[in-house]
């Protein structure tokens, strides 16, 4: 690991100070190193360089979620985790910005879930510089969709601007009251991805799930919890997601079976005198750890023998559609035509719905999706 560039978690007076007993998750990080020849099952990141960002306490944000993560339950070996530190602040902020990627890169290389912890949107810029794939998909989890017209303004509030032109990117809990009338169609066309409303998410929170198993990065930003729950935002918004909706995203995210890595940013200690959202900040992060303890490396491969097969005529398109379950995690894939596969179609992850769709002769909106992306 690119030792140089990350102050050491043990240096950290937050994680100096930890005493524990044994199922404390702190026990086991403050016992675990890196090493390259027993590479861990995730690694942890802070990033507390808050330069061009909406807030001065960003650079707390690592070690204040750090106190309060350290103390929940850890999780049952063999899994395990090692806390790298901090990224180390360069002179000038994109020097911090080049660190991180090269951070990512490396991480990356290794095939290794990473939880970043701390700083703002902006570093998700970085992070997915550092995973090198076509296509990338981001998941943004915001109450808002940062202002794309705006040039003069926190890199943070426009990091949506300066991502590659082949990233796909979903977006969640967005507000109505913070977007215009006709972002949902003209976000689809942008960012060849889907925006899901708050409302949609509390009415089918599970519609996620197949979402966030595709994804690479998640950027969730702190401030798309409610404010009564989730003090230390910037923006002030008294609605939201509520914490457990929260946790259950982080969930989903952690039982993909790709790497699929979490960064929460957003939090700011300044703002949060009784640390209750440094300890809602810390079991989000948790939810997502705890997935990744548990995850099943289920997607369907070839012939996909070990999947039950449902397949269903559908009107309007020309052959069935075939959908797979897994038997043990109950997750559902289906199949779309593609150009670029030859032998065995193309596989998304979809729900139960989608089935249920299709059974009523409906054609599913996820299919669509991918279909028109492929031709």
């Not at 009415?203 to 930003?221: A, Q």
């Not at 790497?259 to 700011?268: E, K, T």
Request: proline content about 6%; charged content about 25%.
């Amino acid at each position: 690991m690119l030792k140089e560039l990350i102050i050491p978690a043990k240096s950290l007076p937050v994680v100096k100070k930890f005493s524990g007993d044994m199922d404390q998750l702190g026990t086991h990080l403050k016992s675990s190193a890196w090493n390259d020849s027993a590479l861990p099952d995730l690694v942890i990141l802070g990033i507390t360089d808050d330069r061009s960002s909406s807030s001065a306490s960003y650079s707390d944000s690592p070690d204040a979620i750090r106190e309060q993560l350290y103390q929940l339950n850890g999780f049952s070996a063999p899994f395990r985790m090692v806390d790298l530190g901090n990224v180390k602040s360069g002179k000038e902020f994109s020097d911090t910005v080049a660190a991180v990627r090269m951070i990512a890169e490396e991480v990356y290389s290794l095939g290794i879930p990473l939880l970043v912890l701390g700083g703002n949107q902006s570093f998700t810029i970085p992070l997915l510089a550092g995973i090198d794939k076509n296509e990338a998909v981001l998941s943004v989890v915001d109450d808002r969709i940062d202002n794309l017209s705006q040039k003069n303004t926190l890199l943070d509030d426009v990091f949506l601007n300066n991502l590659s032109r082949e990233t796909i990117v979903n977006a969640m809990a967005v507000q109505t009251f913070f977007v215009s009338p006709d972002s949902k169609e003209t976000y689809s066309e942008e960012f060849k991805g889907a925006l899901f409303t708050l409302g949609e998410i509390r009415n089918g929170i599970k519609e996620m799930e197949p979402y966030l198993r595709e994804t690479d990065l998640v950027s969730f930003d702190f401030g798309a919890l409610k404010l009564c729950e989730a003090p230390g935002q910037v923006r002030n918004s008294p609605n939201g997601l509520t914490g457990e909706e929260a946790c259950q995203l982080a969930w989903y995210a952690g039982i993909s079976p790709n790497p699929g890595w979490f960064s929460l940013f957003g939090y700011s200690p300044e703002r949060d005198p009784g640390r209750n959202g440094s300890m809602m900040a810390a079991q989000i992060a948790w939810y997502y750890m705890n997935g990744k303890s548990r995850k099943i490396d289920e997607v369907p491969q070839d012939e996909a023998i070990d999947f039950l097969h449902f397949v269903v005529t559908v009107e309007g398109i020309p052959e069935p559609v075939t959908f797979l379950k897994h038997p043990v995690s109950k997750r559902w894939w289906m199949e779309v035509p593609s150009p670029d596969c030859d032998l065995f179609p193309l596989r998304i992850p979809c729900s139960k719905k989608d089935y249920r769709q299709a059974c009523r002769n409906e054609i599913p909106e996820r299919w669509w999706s991918s279909f028109n992306k492929s031709y």
